[in-house]
């Protein structure tokens, strides 16, 4: 029998980094649909997991992969499923349920250029709004986006992790550039990762309430079979469980399930700052632009500019307490993505009345350049 | 949950499969959604499934809200998703007894996708669809089993769509069980059941079942117990009969009984396993 774990060094694209990211964290089922430009993620769990005895199904669309997913969660399994754009758009009914039934599971969204079938093969960063609300109704999630093969085997445990500690569907949010670039990934022996999992009920099976939440706000969650007897619904319930539809349980029930994710940013965010000591200018990236981001800040030291980056890995909840920090120092920030203007929007809004904020917009299809980047870093250099 | 001290042997038959603090419940008098359940919870005890392992997931509308009133593992899902739902729970946990007990707009309208590719997969499934022939939650609007020339709040000049006669589409489909009652045959559907939970593999019953509320009223059926009379009247018991010549048509008999058995039909898990025997180096 193979290892899960491929512990040792290979050369993977990002789509085959995810999966095996996924099956080092303890994934034992997915179900999808196929979709350009992920479709290697499904087409390579079919191949592992019989191997490993996990459970692939390749649905009949993407509404049936995510309730499938959810349901496998219920049943105490680790799940996933992985898809685009489009397949996102139909994920998002589901999302929302999950949300509300507080259910740990991971998604993937490679981006393609949008809106509707718009761009198959290239990519984009359009879907950053849409992860945080696509779904309907007031709600926080958490979204991860890696640069590269590597960090997208990272990012995939990590999105387990958070997953499982926080009772929270979590959005691997990669793109067609990082998920068809290969490079090298090194994975570790398998009791060096570090596997999170979710809390389980302590007291008697008569006194069980599934929402009924610790002081971290996060409820210990029994699955099915278990002998709980516990129901579930999408309605606004109580803590039993029970639908309760009134505008009291509606506040302290979407209060919590924000709350569980806003009062652990310091958790969640993972950013990397490079050269801000002094920086009077960050670039803001993320994902794949965080590579020529970073290659246009070093540029930009060697011509003596003082420039700083700021990657941001957790896309939500947005960094906002690292932004604020940094825009009572750096004079303007810079935020290129592939889309209109996003996450420049977060930015801008963190930044408002201590620094100036930058769009450098690409519609997707391609990258953005570091001389592009390097060459407004110069102009502003010059204010 | 049940906070019942009433000694077990006093306890009515059904007690321990009912959240009793949450009646009384929704549904209106006449309603067949209550019967149904009746007879789905009495099932697993003639054939000795623990109610530990029983787990029932449904969807949206009147029938969906049942999952929230059984003392069982209960998953009230999203709007016609509760069959790939519960295929997640089933595959991930095989020694779950899963059901599915929604309504006809969930099953076949929204849902319809999912049904006809988890009887083609053969997911190890019991599906119990409460066919009202109407949206009764939402008010009485329009619904893929709607008879023709049936009035509905959105075919306010009567339904000029032929309905699906969804026996004839599970068989079509594959399930291995297929089987249609009313909920006023109540011994009957209960054996049924527990046919069925004896089995493996996709598993289908259909229970028409009255909407007094939102059916009757506007057909001409407008007393609690006007729908149960049609049932009453017209139904005749036709075991093995073809389910190409069953749609349901007023005036004429209302065909019931178990259509289809088919054995020896592996179920998608026991697929997937003997693949993995397949592939993984011994």
Known sequence: ?383 | MNTQTTAESEQHPIEKWLRSERMPHMWCAGCGVGPTLYAWIRAPDRVGIPREKVVYVSGIGCCGRGSGYLNVDGFHTTHGRAIPFAIGLKLARPELCVSVISGDGDLFSIGGNHFIHACRRNVDLLVICTNNFIYGMTGGQLAPTTLLGDRATTAPYGNVEPSFSTPHLADAAGAVYVARWTSIHLRRLEKSIAEALQMKGFRYIEVLSPCPVNYGRRNKLPEPDDIAEWFRQSSVIRNGANTSEISIEKGKPLILGDFVKRTGKPTFYEVMKELEGRVKPR
């Open chain 1, 1 to 383: 029998m193979r290892e899960a774990v491929q512990t040792g060094r290979h050369f993977w694209y990002g789509n085959i980094a995810i999966a095996e990211g996924a099956i080092a964290a303890g994934c034992r089922f997915f179900a999808g649909y196929p979709i350009t430009p992920a479709s290697e993620i499904a087409e390579h769990v079919s191949r592992r997991f019989p191997e490993i005895g996990g459970m692939f199904v390749q649905f009949e669309d993407e509404l049936a992969s995510i309730a499938a997913i959810l349901g496998a969660s219920w049943a105490g399994a680790k799940s996933m499923t992985a898809t685009s754009g489009p397949g996102f758009s139909l994920m998002q009914e589901n999302i929302g349920l999950g949300i509300m039934m507080e259910v740990p599971t991971v998604i993937v969204n490679v981006q393609r250029g949008g809106p509707s079938t718009g761009l198959p093969t290239l990519t984009a960063q359009g879907d950053v709004m849409q992860t945080k609300w696509g779904s309907h109704g007031p709600y926080e999630i958490i979204a991860l986006s890696p640069d590269s093969p590597q960090e997208a085997f990272n990012v995939t445990i990590r999105c387990f992790n958070l997953a499982e500690k926080y009772r929270v569907p979590v959005v691997l949010l990669t793109s067609e550039t990082v998920g068809h670039s290969a490079g090298k990934v090194v994975v570790p022996p398998e009791d060096a990762i570090e596997i999170v999992e979710r809390k389980k009920p302590k007291v008697p099976v008569g006194e069980y309430a599934p929402y009924k939440p610790d002081e971290d706000l996060i409820p210990p969650m029994a699955c099915a079979g278990e002998g709980y007897a516990f129901t579930t619904t999408g309605l606004t319930h109580n803590e039993k469980g029970y639908p309760d539809t009134t505008a009291e349980t509606q506040e302290k029930l979407i209060r919590r399930l924000n709350d569980k994710i806003r009062s652990h940013l310091g958790d969640i965010v993972d950013v990397t700052e490079e050269n801000m000591e002094d920086a009077d200018i960050a670039v803001v990236s993320y994902g794949q632009v965080s590579r020529p981001a970073k290659k246009a800040v070093e540029m930009a030291r060697e011509n003596g500019i003082k420039a700083g980056s700021i990657k941001l890995t957790t896309i939500w909840p947005f960094a906002e307490h690292i932004i604020h920090k940094w825009a009572k120092q750096v004079e303007y920030f810079i935020v290129p993505e592939l889309n209109y203007g996003q996450i420049y929007l977060e930015v801008k809004r963190e930044a408002a009345g201590e620094a100036k904020t930058l769009l450098i917009p690409r519609m997707g299809g391609e990258l953005i350049t570091p001389t592009e980047i390097y060459n407004e870093i110069e102009r502003m250099s010059k204010r």
